[in-house]
C-alpha cells in the first residue's frame, strides 16, 4: 500500500467469487448490502451522498422478475435438476394408491342394519390355522337368506351372489377328481338320491303318501331357518316363527349341531347347493358350517359347547354329503379336515368317541362320528385305517350277547344302542350272513317300531332297511304309515312332527324329532343298501 490507498483485491476487479462462496451465496449477499455488483471504488472515496439506487428501484417493477431470472441463469444447472427430482419424488410419494386384492380366505359376516344389505365380504389377514369365528345371533324380519353362491375359486354355476365357500378347499383338493369321473350320485351309496330314486321308492316300500310328507316336512324346515342360514333346536326364536309352534328344544346354543341336522332331510331328498327347490336354504346352511370351523393340527373342529363332539359329526355328515353329491372341490377341504378332526379326537385307548375330543367313548356319540367317516369314505376321502380298526374295538367292548346287543358305554342291550351297534357293524364289513348280526335284526323286529323314541326308529329302520327281506316290509308298513298319520297338518306346525319322549327328544325338540322321521321317510333311497354289490366294494379299509 502507498500514499495511504487501498490496492483492490482481485477477486473484487474482476467481479470473481471469493473462494468459499457460492455464486447463489454471493448474490445473496449483494443484493442484501445494496452492491451493483462492481465492488467498491478504487480509489477508496467516499460514496456519493444519499443512498445508492438498486436495480429493483432502477427497474420498477421488473426488478424481481428480473433477478431470479439472473438468479437462476447462474445456478449450476446440476443443482437445478436436483431441487426439480426432489420435487417430483415428493409429489409421487404423496399419492396413494389401492393395495392389490388379497387371496386370502373371505369371510362372510352377516350383521343387522337398516339400509345395509345383509353380507359383506371381510378379508382375515390371519392365517388359516388361527381362524377362530364366533357365531353371531341376529335377527331379521326376513325369512329366507338371500342367494348365495359358496362355489370354489374356480367358480360354480352363476346365482345371484357370487361368494368363495373356502380357500383351503382347493388348497386341499385332491389332484385326481375322482368323483368327476364317476359322475355325481353313480356307484356309491347315494346314487339313491338322484336318478335312481323314484325306482328305489317303489321297491324298497315308499309311497305317495310318505314322499307327500317329505315334502311337507322340508317346507316347515325352511320356513324355520335363520337369515344366517343356520337352523335353532329352539326353532321358536326362527324370524317367520316367533313362538307359533310348540314344543322348543333346550339347546338354543347348538346352532352347529341343529345346522347340520337340518341340512340332512334336504340333502337325503338329493336337494343341494346346486340344484333343487331349496339350494338357496341349502347353499346359506353349509357356508354357515364352514364358516364356523376353526382349522388346526388336529384337523377342522366344528366343535361347539352346547353340541360338543354329537355336532361336529353332523356336521362332518352334512359336509361329505354334500361334497360326496355335487363334486364341489370347495367343499373337498372342509369336508376332509372335519374328518380329520375325528380321527383325532378318538380315544387312542378305547376307540370310541364321546362329548370331547379323546374321551372314553359311548356308543351314541361313536355312531355319528362313524356315520361321517363311513360317508367321507364313499366320496373318496381319506380315513385312516387305524381309525377304523379302533372303532372295532369300541363297539367289541360294549357289545352283549357275542354281539347282538350293544350297551352305552359298557356291555348292554338297549334297544338304541343296539340299532346303532349294529348298523356301525354293518359299516365296519359284518357280512349279512353274519350269527350275531341276524340276531340282533331279529331281537329289533320283534321289538317294533317306537311310539316314543325316535332315535331309536331312527338307527333301526337303516338296519331293516339294509338287511331287506320280510322282517324289512313288516316294520316298514308299520312306521311308514305310522309317521304319515302322525305328522302335523294344521298351522304353523304344518309338516313337523312331535313325539314326548325318547333320546334327546327334550334338548332338540321339535326340530329333532322332524328331522329323524323325515330321515327315515327317506331312507327307501337315501343310502343304497349296504349288501348290494356296488356297498360291499366301498367297505372301510382295515388294512
Known amino acids: 500500500m502507498a500514499g495511504g490507498e487501498m490496492t483492490p483485491r482481485p477477486s473484487e476487479v474482476s467481479g470473481e467469487v471469493p ?44 426488478g424481481f422478475r428480473h433477478w ?30 389401492p393395495p392389490p386384492p388379497s387371496d ?79 359322475g355325481a350320485f353313480s356307484g356309491n351309496a347315494f346314487e339313491g338320491r338322484g336318478a335312481g330314486k323314484a325306482r328305489l321308492l317303489a321297491e324298497a316300500g315308499g309311497t305317495e303318501g ?37 314344543n322348543p328344544g333346550e339347546l338354543a346354543d347348538a346352532r352347529i349341531g341343529a345346522t347340520a341336522l337340518a341340512l340332512l332331510p334336504f340333502l337325503g331328498a338329493g336337494q343341494t347347493h346346486r340344484q333343487g327347490k331349496y339350494r338357496q336354504q341349502v347353499q346359506a346352511g353349509l357356508y354357515y358350517l364352514v364358516n364356523r370351523m376353526k382349522v388346526g393340527p388336529e384337523g377342522g373342529s366344528l366343535f361347539e359347547p352346547g353340541g360338543n363332539m354329537y355336532s361336529h359329526g353332523l356336521a362332518a ?16 377341504g372342509p369336508a376332509q379336515q372335519a374328518l380329520n378332526f375325528i380321527c383325532y379326537a378318538q380315544d387312542p385307548v378305547g376307540g370310541g368317541w364321546r362329548y370331547q375330543p379323546r374321551q372314553p367313548g359311548d356308543t351314541s356319540v361313536v355312531g355319528w362320528q362313524l356315520m361321517a367317516l363311513k360317508s367321507g369314505h364313499m366320496a373318496y376321502l381319506r380315513v385312516p385305517p387305524i381309525t377304523i380298526q379302533r372303532a372295532s374295538r369300541f363297539l367289541d367292548s360294549v357289545q352283549a350277547n357275542d354281539g347282538a346287543n350293544y350297551g352305552y358305554t359298557d356291555p348292554g342291550q338297549g334297544p338304541g344302542t343296539t340299532a346303532i351297534g349294529l348298523l356301525c357293524r354293518m359299516y365296519l364289513g359284518w357280512p349279512k350272513d353274519h350269527p350275531a348280526l341276524e340276531r340282533g335284526v331279529r331281537w329289533l323286529a320283534e321289538r317294533g317300531p317306537s311310539k316314543t323314541d325316535m332315535y331309536y326308529n331312527y338307527y333301526a329302520t337303516q338296519v331293516l332297511r339294509h338287511m331287506e327281506g320280510d322282517l324289512w316290509k313288516k316294520w316298514n308298513n308299520e312306521i311308514r304309515d305310522w309317521l304319515v298319520n302322525t305328522q302335523a297338518r294344521e298351522g304353523h306346525e304344518r309338516g313337523s312332527w312331535w313325539v314326548n319322549g325318547g333320546h334327546q327328544t327334550d334338548k332338540g325338540g321339535r326340530l329333532y324329532v322332524t328331522c329323524m322321521a323325515t330321515m327315515i321317510l327317506e331312507v327307501y333311497y337315501r343310502h343304497m343298501p349296504i349288501y348290494r354289490k356296488q356297498s360291499i366294494e366301498e367297505a372301510f379299509p382295515l388294512d
Open 19 to 62: 473462494r468459499g462462496k457460492s455464486v447463489l451465496a454471493a448474490r445473496m449477499q449483494k443484493a442484501a448490502t445494496g452492491e451493483t455488483g462492481i465492488g467498491a471504488s478504487p480509489s477508496g472515496a467516499a460514496s456519493p451522498a444519499g443512498p445508492v439506487p438498486t436495480a429493483l428501484e432502477e427497474r420498477g417493477g421488473g
Open 68 to 97: 431470479m431470472y439472473e438468479l437462476l441463469r447462474q445456478t449450476p444447472s446440476w443443482l437445478v435438476s436436483t431441487v426439480l427430482h426432489a420435487v417430483m419424488l415428493l409429489v409421487l410419494a404423496l399419492i396413494t394408491l
Open 104 to 182: 386370502e380366505l373371505r369371510q362372510l359376516v352377516v350383521a343387522p342394519g337398516e339400509d345395509e344389505p345383509l353380507e359383506m365380504l371381510e378379508t382375515l389377514d390371519e392365517p388359516l390355522e388361527e381362524i377362530n369365528v364366533e357365531v353371531t345371533e341376529a335377527v331379521f324380519e326376513t325369512t329366507v337368506p338371500r342367494e348365495m353362491d359358496i362355489s370354489p375359486m374356480d367358480q360354480m354355476e352363476a346365482a345371484a351372489v357370487s361368494v368363495q365357500l373356502s380357500d383351503f378347499g382347493l388348497e386341499h383338493a385332491p389332484r385326481s377328481d375322482v368323483l368327476g369321473q364317476i
Open 210 to 246: 310318505s314322499e307327500q310328507a317329505v315334502a311337507r316336512a322340508l317346507e316347515w324346515l325352511a320356513a324355520h331357518q335363520f337369515p344366517d342360514g343356520s337352523w335353532s333346536f329352539n326353532h321358536q326364536l326362527a324370524p317367520n316363527c316367533r313362538g307359533q309352534c310348540r
Open 317 to 332: 355328515i352334512a359336509l361329505t354329503e354334500a361334497y360326496a353329491m355335487t363334486r364341489d372341490k370347495g367343499l373337498y
